[in-house]
């Protein structure tokens, strides 16, 4: 399935930057999980300088940043590569290792760059004499419409990219006063590109380099009904073991066993409304982090046939709350792990681990809110993993749902997403149901 993934990967780069030299003003590409995004941000940018069009690269935190320009400049060591930043940013290893990589908090610094990459909020706040030829927005899904009309002005033509199963722009304030009007400033940038130039070209990414082939057609179904996507390998071509055995009938030895066998496993607690932060709940996903570790787990792929060791920084637990994360990390640290990481799905966006373990958004809850039940937060948090996931969750969420029906109000002007998050944890609750394992 590899060599075919390949071919077809390469067939949808190649449409995409065949259409960045035709006379269209924008172009947007939909990338599901782990589909190549950012090397295709990578390769676009370069392909421009090549061509004598200076590009702007605009991504929304500086992490995706830095990550952006240490790729950019490790394909491309002689290309000149600008860095603008605030005042307060502080580079990191993987940026200030390359010499050809210029650091400043003024683009009057970076003159003779052909790539400048920085952040949305730091473009929103530079003048230009001229625009550029070219931007190119990596998760452009996570950009407010706000942010791009403040940027719009500096560039000519641009490339958009972004994964549109993720987590939509969020805000800490209320902002039902603006839905529904056209510059209501929640809406996504792509989402308002597209509602303005419904002709532009858009373009889908069809295979995950990240997913496995038992996860691939889960996920697709559940956040990608109308697009969808393959997994780059098939089924059997990444496998789970471990050193040691286990601890006989052991509901954790169950639950990881069953995650190496299936790439999926539900370790289900007792129904019970609980706090947010749920001890038991975190206690479970430490207990799942520990023993996986304890027990020498040894990834095999199509990278490594020969197995690398699943270390605690390729392993991850994602929460929908930063109260649940750091009751997780407080748990890991009394059973004496650490390198484990323990993150809101918020956090844990475009980042790829070997094994990861969920704490459900709905587990141990009385209802069912907007925020729980978005589809975005749960795609982010099923879909970290290159080998297995483990979801820990409470029983009677199937019950929880069906007792708060999909009924979010219908605003004029606002196109109804599908799936919403009630079909989708639907979706994958059905599947997860197959390799439940329950706690004592």
Same mark, same amino acid.
């Given at each position: 399935?590899?060599?075919?993934?390949?071919?077809l990967a390469e067939?949808?780069?190649a449409?995409i930057?065949a259409?960045?030299g035709g006379s269209?003003?924008?172009v947007?590409?939909?990338?599901?999980?782990g589909?190549?995004k950012s090397?295709?941000?990578v390769?676009?940018?370069?392909?421009l +300088?090549?061509?004598g069009?200076p590009?702007?690269?605009i991504a929304q935190?500086?992490?995706q940043?830095?990550?952006l320009?240490?790729?950019?400049?490790a394909?491309?060591?002689?290309l000149?590569?600008g860095r603008?930043a605030?005042?307060?940013?502080?580079?990191?290893?993987?940026v200030?290792?390359?010499?050809r990589?210029r650091?400043s908090t003024?683009?009057?610094?970076?003159s003779g760059?052909?790539?400048v990459l920085s952040?949305a909020?730091?473009w929103?706040?530079v003048?230009?004499?001229?625009?550029?030829?070219?931007?190119?927005?990596?998760?452009?899904?996570?950009?407010?419409?706000?942010?791009?009309?403040?940027?719009?002005?500096?560039?000519?033509?641009?490339?958009?990219?972004?994964?549109?199963?993720?987590?939509?722009?969020?805000?800490?304030?209320?902002?039902e006063r603006w839905?529904?009007?056209?510059?209501d400033p929640?809406?996504s940038?792509?989402?308002v590109l597209l509602?303005?130039n419904?002709?532009?070209?858009?373009h889908?990414?069809?295979?995950?380099?990240?997913?496995?082939a038992?996860? +691939?057609?889960v996920v697709?179904?559940?956040?990608?009904?109308?697009t969808?996507?393959?997994?780059?390998?098939?089924?059997?071509?990444?496998?789970v073991?471990?050193?040691?055995a286990?601890?006989?009938d052991?509901?954790?030895?169950?639950?990881?066993?069953?995650?190496?066998?299936?790439?999926?496993?539900?370790?289900?607690?007792?129904?019970?409304?609980?706090?947010?932060t749920?001890a038991?709940?975190?206690?479970a996903c430490a207990?799942?982090a520990?023993?996986l570790?304890?027990?020498?787990?040894?990834?095999?792929s199509?990278?490594?046939?020969?197995?690398?060791?699943v270390?605690?920084?390729r392993?991850?637990?994602?929460?929908a709350?930063r109260d649940? +994360?750091?009751?997780?990390?407080?748990a890991?640290?009394d059973?004496?792990?650490t390198?484990?990481?323990?993150d809101?799905?918020?956090r844990?966006?475009?980042r790829?681990?070997d094994?990861?373990?969920?704490?459900?958004?709905?587990?141990g809850?009385r209802?069912?809110t907007a925020?729980?039940?978005?589809a975005?937060?749960?795609?982010?948090l099923?879909?970290?993993h290159r080998h297995?996931?483990l979801?820990?969750?409470?029983?009677?969420i199937p019950?929880l749902? $069906?007792?708060h029906?999909?009924a979010?109000?219908?605003?004029?002007?606002?196109p109804v997403?599908f799936? $919403?998050?009630?079909e989708?944890?639907?979706?994958?609750l +059905?599947?997860?149901?197959?390799?439940?394992v329950?706690a004592?």
């Amino acid at each position: 399935m590899t060599e075919r993934a390949a071919e077809l990967a390469e067939q949808a780069a190649a449409r995409i930057l065949a259409d960045l030299g035709g006379s269209r003003r924008g172009v947007v590409v939909d990338s599901p999980p782990g589909a190549g995004k950012s090397t295709l941000v990578v390769r676009a940018a370069a392909a421009l +300088a090549d061509a004598g069009e200076p590009v702007m690269v605009i991504a929304q935190t500086n992490e995706q940043v830095d990550d952006l320009t240490d790729r950019l400049a490790a394909a491309r060591p002689q290309l000149a590569l600008g860095r603008l930043a605030a005042g307060d940013y502080a580079p990191p290893d993987r940026v200030t290792r390359h010499p050809r990589v210029r650091l400043s908090t003024r683009l009057a610094d970076l003159s003779g760059c052909p790539v400048v990459l920085s952040t949305a909020h730091k473009w929103a706040t530079v003048r230009a004499e001229a625009a550029w030829p070219w931007a190119i927005v990596d998760e452009a899904y996570q950009m407010r419409s706000d942010l791009l009309l403040r940027v719009a002005g500096l560039f000519q033509r641009a490339l958009f990219v972004g994964d549109p199963g993720q987590l939509d722009p969020f805000s800490v304030v209320q902002t039902e006063r603006w839905t529904g009007l056209s510059w209501d400033p929640m809406q996504s940038a792509v989402a308002v590109l597209l509602r303005h130039n419904p002709d532009l070209p858009v373009h889908v990414l069809p295979v995950s380099w990240r997913l496995p082939a038992s996860a +691939a057609p889960v996920v697709s179904e559940a956040f990608y009904p109308f697009t969808g996507f393959a997994a780059a390998t098939g089924p059997g071509e990444r496998r789970v073991a471990f050193a040691t055995a286990s601890f006989g009938d052991h509901a954790v030895d169950r639950a990881l066993e069953t995650a190496a066998a299936h790439g999926w496993a539900l370790y289900e607690l007792p129904a019970r409304h609980a706090v947010r932060t749920d001890a038991e709940a975190a206690a479970a996903c430490a207990d799942l982090a520990a023993r996986l570790l304890q027990r020498g787990a040894v990834c095999h792929s199509e990278r490594s046939p020969a197995g690398d060791p699943v270390t605690a920084g390729r392993v991850a637990v994602g929460t929908a709350h930063r109260d649940q +994360a750091a009751a997780v990390r407080a748990a890991l640290a009394d059973r004496g792990v650490t390198g484990v990481t323990a993150d809101t799905a918020n956090r844990l966006q475009g980042r790829e681990f070997d094994v990861v373990i969920v704490l459900h958004p709905l587990s141990g809850r009385r209802d069912a809110t907007a925020f729980h039940l978005e589809a975005g937060r749960l795609c982010v948090l099923t879909t970290r993993h290159r080998h297995a996931c483990l979801v820990v969750a409470r029983a009677g969420i199937p019950e929880l749902l $069906d007792a708060h029906p999909s009924a979010e109000p219908v605003h004029l002007n606002v196109p109804v997403r599908f799936p $919403d998050g009630w079909e989708a944890n639907q979706a994958m609750l +059905a599947h997860l149901s197959q390799w439940k394992v329950r706690a004592p």
